[in-house]
């Protein structure tokens, strides 16, 4: 487990722009429960460089599809190596994809359409990865 002050920043980093955190597994189970619309699962991490692209790239796609109208109508979050209970939980609704952090799933009406994993994170910049995130919201609108 991670210090709760070392990852208060980037917790915040997605609460600031309308991340709901999930920090119990009753939490992820509510919900997956609730299948209307399109939501994104961010799995948050502090693993170096991937983390340091992943959390700007989920800004920056969220920017550019709230101007489109592509913005997912639920946004949540669970962290790795600090909320284990939560995290397990979430990555069981994937179970057949390979733990990853941090991790983007894009969910349309409670079925996953999209999965970002770490190595599609890692040695990309931020525009990167929130091209892919915003290509996956185009794919699965309405």
């Known amino acids: 487990m991670y210090s709760p002050i070392m990852v208060r ?3 915040e980093e997605l609460t600031a722009i309308g991340f ?8 992820v ?3 997956m429960a609730a299948k209307q619309g399109t939501a994104l699962l961010v799995i948050n991490s502090v693993c170096g460089c991937a983390a340091g692209q992943a959390r700007p790239g989920v800004r920056f796609a969220l920017e550019q599809a709230e101007s489109r109208g592509l913005k997912p109508a639920r946004l949540v979050t669970v962290f790795a190596g600090q909320d284990a209970e939560a995290t397990q939980k979430a990555r069981s609704y994937f179970a057949d994809i390979p733990h990853s952090s941090p991790s983007m799933a894009v969910f349309r009406d409670g079925e996953l359409v999209y999965f970002v994993p770490r190595h599609k994170i890692e040695g990309r910049s931020a525009e990167q990865v929130a091209q892919d995130l915003l290509g996956a919201f185009e794919r699965n609108e309405g």
């Open 9 to 11: 920043p980037m917790r």
């Open 20 to 27: 709901e955190e999930l920090r119990t597994a009753d939490d």
């Open 29 to 31: 189970d509510n919900f």
